[in-house]
Each structure stands twice: as C-alpha cells, then as structure tokens.
C-alpha cells in the first residue's frame, strides 16, 4: 500500500486565505478522530512574498516566483510530497510557469498543484450545464486573464466585471486598509456588500455560476448559491485536489 503523503501549504498569500485552506482540508477529509486526518505543514512567510497583483501590475519588479520556490523547497525538505499555493494570482503564468521551472532544473519530486486548473477541471466536470461563468477576483489576476484564457479553452463564455466595478468595488473589497478582507481578516459589511453588488452586476450580464477568483472571497462570501447563481470556491476544490493526491481514500463524497 503506497504511504500517505504529507501535504504542504505556501501559506502567506495571503496568511488567512492559507488558513482558510488548511480548514477546508480538514473539513472535506474522511476522519472521525484526530489521529485519522492528514499531515499538512503550512508554511506562512508572508513578509517574504511580493504582493502578486503588485507585480503583475507593473508597481514592483520583484518575481514572488522566487519567495514561492524557496518555500516549496523549505516544504519538499521538511517531508512534504504535494503542494499548493492558495492564491489565484499567483497562478499568472508569469509567476507559476517560472516556479514550475526552478522546481524542474532543481530536481524537485514535489508534485505542485494548480488551483486554477484544478477548478475549471472541476466545472467542467460537476457542472456540465453552465455555460457562462463570471469571476471575481484581483486585478492583477483580472489583467492577465488567468480563469478567462483557461476556461474559455474548454467551452465556456467567461464574464469579468467592467473596469469601474472592479476598481470601485472588487479590488477594495479585498484590499482596502479598513474594509478589506486582508485587512481584517474577516468579511465586513462594507467588503460584503462590495462583492454582492458586483455578483448582481455579473447576474445582470447572464452568469450562470461565480467563480471567487481570489482566495479572501471565500472569508466574505460562503452561500454555495446566490439567487440562481451557482457559487464556486476554487479554495475547497483545492482543498479535495489536495487531499485526493495524499491518500485519495480519505476524500469525503462531494455532496
């Protein structure tokens, strides 16, 4: 019987999101008693990873690729045999390409996850009669086009917010310094109220379901549907991805 791999998380980006992953793994694995859950090392080093919308956006030259490897070799040393990084911008090509590749040219037999791919695999499985999906999620993840450039690939018609929503009420949601939800952790009831007038401006475009392009979404916004919108969480599709490639018996049934 092959041995259970231990799980990692590259858990600063940001810390709560990382959290909120290691929670969601705990809650979709198969155990009734403390000794039967996995092993998961989360390693939270937030002061050493560039703000990845920051980069993207042209407002600092530093690659949060490298910070990124380094901590997945940080995990890989400590015992870890699959990871993930629960942030969807880092996901950018840009950024996750070139961690693929210092990962290749150093050897490494860590099998690093892709969240992006991993929810749009997840769709298109579970939800084969959407046909049209919007996303919320930063700007920086919002410029590249990361969900968009993939699920349009596989059949989907994707619907992003216009520009002024995105700036007046997307991004500040999760980055506002007194409201936002890495300020605080927490959805406040401005930051809530941001993303459901957002969601509404997707409705009113035709979305079928919601992708929470951003993995603070997930802390404001927990209903699994919003009026007729499916509600979709890439953190806890993530979280069974993960689980799946430690010891796929523990997986819970998608309910």
């Not at 990871?83 to 040219?105: G, R, S």
């Not at 596989?154 to 992003?160: A, C, D, K, T, Y």
């Not at 929503?165 to 927490?186: D, E, F, L, M, S």
């Not at 404001?220 to 010891?247: K, Y």
Request: glycine share 6%.
């Amino acid at each position: 019987m092959e041995a259970e791999k231990i799980i990692g998380i590259v858990g600063g980006a940001g810390p709560f999101a990382g959290l909120d992953l290691q929670t969601k793994i705990l809650n979709q694995t198969d155990a009734t008693q403390d000794q039967e859950h996995l092993t998961i090392i989360n390693l939270s080093q937030p002061n050493q990873l560039t703000d990845r919308t920051a980069f993207l956006l042209g407002e600092t030259a530093v690659n949060p690729a490298q910070a990124i490897f380094q901590q997945l070799q940080l995990l890989e040393r400590a015992g870890t045999a699959v990871a993930a990084i629960p942030c969807n911008t880092a996901h950018a090509p840009v950024i996750f390409d070139v961690v693929l590749a210092q990962l290749k040219a150093a050897g490494s037999r860590l099998t690093f996850l892709n969240m992006v791919y991993e929810t749009a695999q997840y769709i298109h499985q579970h939800h084969p009669g959407i046909k049209r999906i919007g996303v919320l999620s930063t700007t920086g993840t919002y410029r590249v086009r990361i969900y968009p450039d993939l699920l349009e690939t596989i059949g989907f018609e994707v619907l992003v917010p216009d520009e002024v929503v995105q700036k007046t009420a997307v991004q500040p949601a999760i980055y506002h310094p007194q409201h936002g939800i890495k300020a605080c952790g927490k959805a406040t009831p401005q930051s809530r109220n941001w993303l459901l007038q957002s969601i509404h401006h997707l409705q009113q475009q035709g979305a079928e379901a919601i992708i929470l392009g951003c993995t603070e979404l997930p802390l404001a916004i927990t209903e699994n549907r919003i009026e007729t919108m499916q509600v979709i969480d890439p953190t806890t599709i993530l979280a069974r991805a993960l689980i799946r490639e430690a010891n796929p018996a523990k997986l819970r049934p998608l309910l």
